[in-house]
């Protein structure tokens, strides 16, 4: 095995030329069209790759890809494919630029070996196991980077989705939106108890608007959320009950009887300043002096 | 012997829990407070316990029975000051401490047992008419 691999630097090295304009020719049979600078970008990657691939290959053409000669190659292909990651290509055009390599070079060996089929055998193989290395090594970079983009947008999203409004003194709200799973509801309860806290809030008005669907997952973190609010001394009012969810709410079953509900924020807003004692006059109406709360 | 000092203020009894409750101290506290409220004749407890970190289930359920004991003689119980880690553990555990008020801090659990105080007191008045 080790007298046929050492083959293929030399066919590299001879057909160089010619496998690189095939591969790119390849390449832009198969993919989607590019515009001409698009093209121009890829052939220059291409004929890069070439060009570390072959100076990989002349330094250790066996033994796979994983030793430091490969690290060029690795690196170009890592940073190849997370760029494309984040440029919005599929991950089919990401991988298809290292598996199209395989024609080019299986014909400039079929022209080299063609008289002698074990050779030809031996080397197609080495060629295979190469190119299936490096296209995996593509594919996993391309995941990696969505994934880092999506766990960047879950931790955005989580910063993003959860304030805490002071309406008034002693009066929080907290405008939810979105769905309300068990890391969120974490967060939100730490952020509304800490606000509790800093603003010595006696009332916060839980606003769910935005919640586009309540089922007794959601219910339930609801619940908590408003159970931990009153161990910190402060009453919990939930508003932005829509009808639909209402229905929901009872055909589950779920109990919100302990829970002061309205359908907006105007209304649990007005409760809590009466609960309070405040009280909210238009100011034409009042008798003349008489302040605007 | 280790002790947890309860505090009369006016007509109030203030409990500042400061150290690691066990077993013990917990029944020499539920022994100390009930004489005290019997002795004062108070009608409301405040139990500040914001220099608490950790609360587990003992702790929990010692709260409610001193609230409950507490009742039985005729004192309402706030429990004021706690941690936001502490509120989310407790709801964690599935101990919502229905029975038991709370509020924020000192200053509010004394505005709170006021107002429960004078809530009671026309309780009273309507059903002895």
């Not at chain 1, 508003?239 to 309205?262: C, F, M, N, W, Y």
């Amino acid at each position: 095995m080790a007298t046929s691999t050492s083959k293929l630097p030399e066919v590299f090295e001879k057909r160089e030329q010619e496998i690189t304009d095939q591969w790119v020719e390849q390449q832009q049979a198969t993919g989607r069209k590019l515009t001409a600078a698009e093209r121009d970008e890829a052939n220059r990657q291409s004929r890069e790759f070439i060009r570390s691939l072959k100076s990989a290959l002349k330094q250790n053409s066996s033994g796979g890809i994983s030793g430091p000669e490969w690290a060029g190659v690795r690196d170009f292909l890592v940073d190849l494919s997370s760029r494309r990651a984040k440029d919005g290509y599929s991950p089919r055009e990401t991988a298809s630029f290292v598996f199209s390599l395989k024609q080019p070079i299986f014909s400039a060996l079929q022209k080299e070996f063609g008289a002698n089929p074990k050779a030809l055998a031996d080397e197609t193989w080495q060629v295979t196991l190469l190119v299936d290395e490096l296209g995996l090594l593509t594919t996993e970079a391309f995941q990696k980077t969505r994934e880092e983009v999506i766990m960047r947008q879950q931790k955005e999203l989580l910063e993003l989705s959860t304030p805490v409004v002071r309406l008034w003194e002693n009066i929080l709200a907290l405008p939810l939106i979105g769905t309300l799973d068990s890391a969120r509801t974490q967060v939100v309860m730490q952020n509304l108890l800490e606000a509790i806290v800093q603003t010595r809030s006696d009332y916060a008005i839980i606003d769910i608007t935005g919640v586009p669907v309540v089922d007794t997952l959601v219910a339930q973190h609801l619940l908590k959320t408003v159970a931990a609010a009153r161990l910190m001394g402060a009453d919990c009012l939930i508003s932005g009950i829509r009808p639909q969810i209402a229905q929901t709410i009872i055909h589950l079953g779920v109990d919100l009887s302990e829970v002061t509900t309205k359908a907006t924020l105007a209304d649990a807003f007005d409760v809590a300043l009466r609960r309070s004692g405040h009280k909210v006059v238009r100011q034409d109406a009042a008798p003349s002096g008489a302040a605007a709360r | 012997m280790e002790r947890i000092p309860i505090l009369k203020m006016g007509e109030f009894l203030l409990v500042t829990i400061q150290v690691d409750m066990h077993d013990r101290l917990a029944l020499t506290l539920q022994d100390d407070l009930t004489g005290q409220i019997v002795k004062h004749r108070s009608h409301g407890v405040l139990i500040d316990i914001s220099a608490l970190e950790i609360v587990d289930s003992f702790i929990g359920r010692m709260l409610a029975s001193i609230a409950g004991m507490a009742h039985l003689l005729d004192a309402e119980t706030v429990v004021v000051g706690m941690q936001p880690a502490v509120a989310i553990t407790l709801v964690e555990l599935g101990l919502p401490m229905r029975g038991i008020r709370t509020a924020l801090d000192v200053e509010k659990g004394m505005t709170a047992l006021r107002g429960a105080l004078l809530e009671g007191q026309d309780g009273d008045t309507s059903s002895i008419r």
